[in-house]
């Protein structure tokens, strides 16, 4: 019998050790080019780190998006999910990481798919969101079993596609299928990157909609006998600018959204189209389409139906007040904001680790933009989620993305202390 600190003692022992290794494995991971758009090398990425699972005493199976339309012969969705059950199947804690990565893009000063280690980092697209997250995973569960550790629960890691463009052949396709549920799952950690002193819990909502304003053509010499479309988008802009932008300003979220901006309700104008075509050849008409579409950001505390109903009512005042004003509204994306309900226990074993690998409690912070949490949250039905991972989230999609091999170690540590208790283990 060892004490409980003996224990964790061997873990991190376990962790040092294999610091080369982990390197090694991002390494490598990088240098699998899974570039999102359009997909490339998924199946390849997928069984590379499938291979590892199964190293690791995992069971592993591999799933494919059948029936998504992205799924194609020349892209396939593939999707790993590795199993290594412990003494009993539950509590059972599921760590996921997307491996599809954004386009290099410009201003690399070396092989963003080289795998290049220099200076204490692993560079590369996709190091820090989200690969070198996905070893902190699977070497967080390792470590436990070199160790000599026997887990009560049972731990599960999942590689999935396509987070990049909304995940839906991706963790949405594993919810989906069953894959997470509140019949099985207990606890999910996403180990994107989180500066490795803060947790994620949650996002704010998403509702891109269209707005198409209709008038009559006639000849641009006499406007009078048109009615422009143009014009009656301005008029919704204004109203939208004058009245709607600065009471979703005064709106405050009490979810710890980073940056402080994005604790507001905000609208962004996202394109907007009128009359003929700028570069093509132009004659004389009153305009009679204007297309605009926009993406408004709103709180939990909002909810969807009250976001929409003020939109639309801000159409219709519109149109009641402009002669001739026609317009049609169409929803494009709705996304609805996500938050780890206070008392998680998954939080809460986060923190405790993270005083122990670290010395001082987590952060507690909310994403601006979205991440698979949603698909965890309301397709599989698993609140106790939240993101927790090594990299610096600022440099996500950006040239010469890197992570820290510190960071990665002492992020694998807080994820393993805290799979021990979330599997009831320690
Ligand atoms: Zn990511």
């Not at 069971?59 to 020349?74: F, K």
């Not at 999910?81 to 997307?98: D, E, F, K, Q």
């Not at 000063?109 to 969101?129: A, E, L, Q, S, W």
Request: with cysteine; glycine share 10%; hydrophobic share 40%.
């Amino acid at each position: 019998m060892s004490t409980k600190a003996q224990q964790i003692d061997r873990v991190f022992a376990a962790i040092d050790a294999a610091t080369e290794e982990m390197v090694d494995f991002t390494s490598e991971m990088i240098r699998i080019p899974t570039v999102n758009p359009p997909g490339d090398a998924y199946e390849e990425c997928a069984h590379f780190i499938g291979r590892r699972l199964e190293q690791c005493d995992f069971a592993v199976e591999y799933l494919a998006a059948e029936g998504s339309p992205d799924h194609t012969a020349t892209h396939p969705r593939v999707n790993v999910i590795g199993l290594r059950r412990g003494a009993t199947s539950r509590p059972l804690v599921h760590l996921n990481g997307h491996f599809d990565v954004v386009p290099a893009g410009a201003g690399w000063t070396m092989d963003p798919f080289g795998g290049i280690v220099k200076d204490g980092r692993i560079y590369g697209r996709g190091t820090c969101d989200m690969k070198a997250g996905i070893t902190a995973a699977i070497y967080a569960a390792e470590a436990i079993r070199r160790a000599g550790i026997p887990l009560v629960g049972s731990v599960e890691i999942s590689g999935t596609v396509d987070e990049e463009s909304g995940g839906f052949a991706g963790m949405a396709y594993l919810a989906k299928q069953g894959r997470l549920s509140p019949e099985k799952t207990d606890a999910v950690i996403i180990t994107e990157p989180t500066n490795t002193d803060r947790v994620y819990i949650g996002h704010r909502g998403v509702y891109w909609f269209e707005v198409t304003t209709r008038g009559r053509i006639a000849h641009g010499c006499m406007p009078f006998l048109g009615v422009s479309a143009i014009e009656h988008m301005g008029i919704i802009l204004d109203q939208l600018r004058r009245e709607l932008m600065p009471a979703l300003n005064a709106r405050t979220t009490a979810m710890p959204v980073k940056p402080e901006g994005a604790r507001h309700a905000t609208l962004n104008i996202n394109a907007i189209a009128g009359g003929q075509p700028i570069d093509g050849i132009q004659t004389p008409c009153v305009a009679d389409i204007c297309r605009a579409i926009f993406d408004r950001r709103f709180l939990v505390e909002e909810g969807f139906d009250a976001t929409r109903a003020e939109i639309v009512a801000l159409l219709e005042r519109a149109a009641r007040e402009t002669p001739e004003l026609v317009y049609e509204l169409r929803d494009l994306m709705v996304v609805h904001p996500v938050r780890t309900p206070d008392g998680a226990s998954v939080v809460s074993a986060l923190d405790r680790a993270a005083q122990q690998v670290l010395g001082r409690p987590l952060l507690l912070a909310a994403s601006p933009g979205t991440y698979d949490h949603k698909h965890v949250d309301r397709i599989a039905g698993v609140p106790n989620c939240v993101a927790y991972g090594p990299g610096i989230l600022d440099l996500a999609h950006q040239p010469d993305e890197y992570c820290e091999i510190n960071d990665l170690v002492q992020s694998t540590k807080v994820l393993a202390l805290s799979i021990l208790e979330l599997t009831g283990s320690l």
